[in-house]
């Protein structure tokens, strides 16, 4: 299947925006607390079947929902080829790769999050750090040990990766608002993870996946200072009805909610190199109304970006994980210091 791939960089304007990571209207209740960590329970026997049905279960929906919006979206040919091998699976359980629980302090309230590094760290040299920000609301979509999320590959490249649940999640503390304060969870921990003695903190990177994505360029909005971001299924402006749910229940004015969370209307804010990384038969998330019109936008500020349209690809890029993840780690790579 053809990846239709379009790139367009400009030189990224610096201006006059904040660097650094700042914990936003966390300091004075958080003081210097330290992440506390414990390895993570063994995963139970993998059962490959039960991930693959879940991965079916997952593109059908899609599919579905794709074809309603008379969206181009693939069909499974060959399983095994298409969508990654018995074997790739159980490679994430491979030996060399540590897993931790992590619980931190943002705003006041125990946070919930993973962190995972190389099983043997390297001597006498520091690790590049991806922040990981998870997608979906509840725990249903909350991070576990053993994800389809390139965990293992990234740690496997060189990268520790570290991940929160945010609050309101996996038995954190407060109330998830989905961009609200919880963006503060992301700072809080990047502020964190910095001071890890492994952590190389001149290279810091960002990755993330649908609503987690849309939290990556808040937290970059709110003072985040990442080397790159990468991000997958990008909703940039959820002002669009199709965001009408998400926003039902919100208290006070969901105007401003709504565009408080919409990265078009902060792009200038956004001083980091961006790779956006989109399916063509995403239903979430429209090439056409999200994804151009945010690329136009950041095209006229002349930011550092590059765009991939995966053709016929879902919200995740279940397709072209593989692919995927070596983009993301390529253009890392770029931005290493």
Known sequence: MRTLIKRLAWAMLVGGCSVGVVAVGAAATDGAAALERSACEP???????????????????????????????????DPN???????????????????????????GLRIRGYLWTPARLPVGKKLPLIVFNRGGTGDDSKLRANTQFGFERFVRAGYAVIGSQYRGNDGSEGVDEVGGS?????????????DLPFVDARNIFA?????????????????????????????????????????????GDAAAARAQRSAITFAEKIDAPVLMLQGSGDPLVSVATQTLPFVARMQSLRKTYELVIYDGDSHGLIFNGVDRDDRVLAWFARFTR
């Not at 091998?85 to 302090?105: F, H, K, M, Q, S």
């Open 43 to 77: 995963v139970e026997r993998p059962d490959f079947q039960r991930y693959r049905d879940r991965q079916l279960a997952t593109l059908r929906g899609e599919q579905t929902a794709a074809r309603a919006q008379n969206l181009p979206i693939r069909e499974v040919g």
């Open 182 to 194: 919880d963006v503060r969870d992301v700072l809080r921990l990047t502020t964190l993870a910095r």
């Open 207 to 251: 990755v993330g996946y649908s609503r987690g994505a849309m939290m990556t360029l808040a937290a970059l909005r709110d003072g985040a200072s990442f080397n790159a971001v990468a991000l997958v299924g990008l909703p940039a402006d959820f002002r669009a009805p199709a965001f009408d749910r998400s926003f039902a229940r919100m208290e």
């Open 81 to 107: 080829r298409d969508l990654g091998t018995e074997a790739d699976y159980l490679a994430r359980n491979a030996p060399g790769v540590r897993c931790e629980r992590i619980v931190y302090v943002s705003d």
